[in-house]
């Protein structure tokens, strides 16, 4: 082993130890332990993948902070057997740690240059049950629905009603709420037979959800 990888095997479990300071499922820790952040980030930020940081991974996007995507992932309780849609695809990072804990990933991303970076990432380390998807003009994936997990990694004006209907009753929707950069909040929000029921994760900070159930115009978040 170089010192190199010593460095690097380091700074990984310093991200871990850091997650582990409120996440608590052993195998999301253990998902992002093996997934290396460092290969979805620009080449000239390598050195800090592993700092509990968002960093931006251009279009004006960035990759969630490593603790977020711990929470996010937490909170969609998978336990191998899901089939789950994320809205946001960016780097592929978060979807690369779902694909370890769920059955397969249908990840949509509306920025092209992104959806392509992402695909060629997983596709490079060998993730196989990631598809990425073109963002449509309605929210997410529905005609791959229903999904038992929805993870949002944009923060959007409201729950969205049309990703709700792409939820199965029982499943887990975690998605950010607010409508300025300072109030968001990030909830978890369970379908029943009956309706819904929301808990929040606390305060957080997303770049804005596009188009339709989100920002129309992508700017007005500030
Ligand atoms: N999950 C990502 C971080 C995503 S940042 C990661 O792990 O790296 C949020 C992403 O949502 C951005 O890439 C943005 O382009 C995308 N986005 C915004 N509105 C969208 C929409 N309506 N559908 C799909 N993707 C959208």
């Known amino acids: 082993m170089t010192a190199d990888d010593r460095r690097r095997g380091a700074a990984i479990e310093e991200m871990v130890r850091h997650v582990a300071r409120v996440v608590r499922d052993q195998r999301v820790l253990d998902a992002m332990r093996v997934v290396p952040r460092d290969e979805f980030v620009p080449p000239r930020l390598r050195r800090y993948a592993f700092e509990d940081h968002a960093l931006p991974i251009g279009e004006g996007q960035t990759i969630s902070q490593p603790l977020i995507v711990g929470m996010m992932t937490e909170a969609a309780r998978l336990d191998g057997h899901e089939h789950v849609l994320e809205v946001g695809t960016g780097s592929g990072y978060q979807a690369a740690i779902l694909a370890r804990l769920a059955r397969d990933v249908v990840t949509v991303e509306i920025v092209a240059t992104l959806r392509e970076q992402a695909a060629a990432t997983l596709g490079r380390l060998g993730v196989t049950n990631v598809t990425v998807l073109a963002a449509e003009s309605q929210l997410g994936a529905a005609h791959l629905g229903p999904y038992d997990a929805i993870l949002v990694t944009a923060v959007a004006p409201s729950v969205p009603e049309s990703l709700l209907r792409q939820l199965r009753v029982g499943g887990r929707m975690v998605v950010p709420v607010g409508r300025h950069d300072d109030d968001q909040e990030l909830l978890v929000v369970t379908k029943t ?29 500030l």
């Open 193 to 221: 037979a009956e309706g819904i029921e929301t808990t929040s994760l606390g305060g957080v900070r997303f770049v804005p959800l596009r188009g339709a159930g989100g920002f129309e115009d992508g700017a007005s978040v």
